[in-house]
């Protein structure tokens, strides 16, 4: 199951009747688009964004060319499916690792969102299928089992782990990091940031400080699919911060509604680069925006 099964089963039922319907009428056109508009609503997504998507299907639906073609419930169909792939970001994007190496790759977001699974999932990723020597590196001096966390998922991944020093501050374990990733010929360094339960001026002025130490070529957002509209929230304070480069949004395996993945680029204009589809380490894919158009619409 995923997050967009709910919007599924809702667009299968109102375009399954559309299509079987021979002519339609602008009228017809704007009672679909009304059901249309609540299944988006209801499946979280953000009201702007739900008002604009609306209009631009309506305005291409009621044109001639497919009123009076011989099939415009179907061409209705394909008209929302383009509208949805442009609302996702048109293009799927990847992790961007065109930079002097060892690359700054960091990684930051709520606690609890799956961003150190998440870390270790894009650490095997990169090292399996782009054959990239990964470092990583927990900048979490707070919970105190939080880099012992990332040294054992290192180890499921096969991907090494910068050796704790007790002690010492976020900063300086960055700057330790990349100085190791240097020494040693690494492709990407993974920093680990730390979370906390909700955006606090510490937070963010520990980020900014890694950021500002590490100049990140990415910085990847980790959001929980389960959080709806307070994960596109997060996202644009975490932007306003750091600028992001793009979000990870995960738990999209489970039964939230998928608000927040439909309206993530139309809100804050980043992408989603990866879904968290499970717990385990190799459960992470890369967004298609087509793809997702396609699975909501059957
Ligand atoms: P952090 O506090 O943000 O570092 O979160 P963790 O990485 O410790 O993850 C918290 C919990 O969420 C762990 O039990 C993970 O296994 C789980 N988790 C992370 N990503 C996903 C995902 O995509 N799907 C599911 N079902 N669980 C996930």
């Known amino acids: 199951p995923t997050v967009f099964d709910a919007l599924t089963g809702r667009f299968g039922d109102i375009f399954d009747r559309l299509k079987k ?16 508009r609540v299944a988006l609503l209801e499946a979280d997504v953000a009201l702007p964004v739900v ?38 970001g048109a293009e799927s994007e990847t992790i961007d690792l065109a930079a002097v190496a060892p690359v700054p790759v960091l990684m930051v977001g709520l606690q609890g969102s799956g961003k ?10 990169l090292k399996d299928k782009e054959r990239k020597r990964v470092l990583m590196a927990s900048l979490d001096v707070r919970r105190p089992a939080a880099q012992e966390q990332l040294r054992v998922l290192g180890e499921q991944a096969g991907v090494p782990t910068l050796p704790i020093v007790a002690g010492q501050q976020p900063v300086e374990i960055a700057r330790r990091a990349m100085e190791t990733g240097r020494l040693e010929g690494y492709d990407v360094v993974l920093l680990d940031t730390a979370g906390r339960l909700s955006i606090d ?35 644009k304070r975490f932007d306003e911060r750091v ?14 509604r998928g608000g927040a993945a439909l309206s993530m680029r139309a809100v804050t204009g980043k992408p989603i680069k990866l879904l968290g589809v499970g717990e385990r380490i190799d459960a992470l894919e890369s967004f298609h925006p087509e793809r997702v158009a396609g699975r909501i619409l059957g």
């Open 21 to 36: 319907r021979g002519a339609l009428s602008e009228e017809d056109v704007g009672a679909v688009m009304r059901e249309v």
């Open 51 to 88: 008002k604009d998507f609306v209009t631009r299907v309506r305005e291409r639906a009621v044109g001639a060319e497919v009123l009076r073609s011989i099939t415009p419930g179907q061409q209705v169909v394909k008209i929302v499916h383009d509208e949805l792939v442009a609302m996702l």
């Open 116 to 125: 150190t699974t998440t870390t270790a999932k894009i650490a095997l990723r």
């Open 201 to 235: 001026e510490a937070l963010m002025d520990e980020v900014v400080a890694v950021r500002d130490a590490t100049k990140p070529h990415e910085t990847l957002l980790v959001v929980d699919a389960m959080t709806g509209q307070d994960a596109v929230e997060t996202a």
């Open 243 to 256: 600028t992001l480069t793009g979000i990870v949004m995960t738990r999209v395996d489970g039964d939230a």
